[in-house]
């Protein structure tokens, strides 16, 4: 987070929520989806978003993968996610041993290398939070508020190729 002229700006570029800033709202929306299962179904792209806005709390070497997987839930929905991520939490089990399979995020690009984009037409901050939830207009508005984001975040990747 910076300060500037008062108002608190996220690394993304987003000013601040009533919330606070983008990890703050990451955190309510983690701590939220422990007691709501039909919320938990945006976990993997909430997370992809939320470290692909602000790499300084993401490990480099994972965010190609939560690019591709962003632009596979962009694809192909997100049944297909939840099916996708399934397997491969069932083959990240100890005893499979068969560790993670990149091939069905192979068809799509790789992340752009070089700066991280500044700004993204929209973030986690500007996620409505209305009595004492992110869900309080339903499950399918949250949902498109969320593919909204991830749309963001892989559009302004992609700005910063060429």
């Not at 806005?53 to 480099?60: G, K, N, V």
């Not at 190609?64 to 192909?76: A, C, H, I, P, T």
């Not at 909204?148 to 975040?153: G, L, P, Q, S, V």
């Given at each position: 987070m910076a300060d500037g002229a008062g108002v608190s700006r996220c690394e993304?570029?987003?000013a601040a929520g009533p919330l606070g800033v983008c990890v703050d709202y990451f955190h309510a929306i983690l701590a939220e989806e422990q007691s709501d299962p039909q919320m938990y179904r945006w976990h993997a792209p909430v997370v992809c978003v939320h470290l692909l806005?602000?790499?300084?709390?993401?490990?480099?070497s994972y965010r190609?993968?939560?690019?591709?997987?962003?632009?596979?839930?962009?694809?192909?929905g997100l049944d297909a996610?939840?099916?996708?991520?399934a397997r491969q939490v069932a083959r990240n089990n100890h005893r499979a041993r068969s560790g993670y399979d990149m091939a069905s995020l192979e068809a799509y690009a790789p992340l752009p290398q070089g700066e991280s984009p500044r700004s993204f037409r929209a973030t986690l901050c500007g996620l409505p939070f209305r009595d004492g939830s992110f869900t309080a207009d339903g499950h399918p508005a949250y949902g498109r508020r969320i593919q909204?984001?991830?749309?963001?975040?892989v559009e302004s990747w992609r700005s910063i190729e060429g």
């Open positions: 993304c570029g987003a806005q602000h790499p300084s709390q993401a490990h480099e190609d993968g939560q690019f591709r997987l962003l632009q596979f839930y962009l694809d192909k996610l939840l099916r996708l991520t909204a984001i991830a749309e963001a975040t």
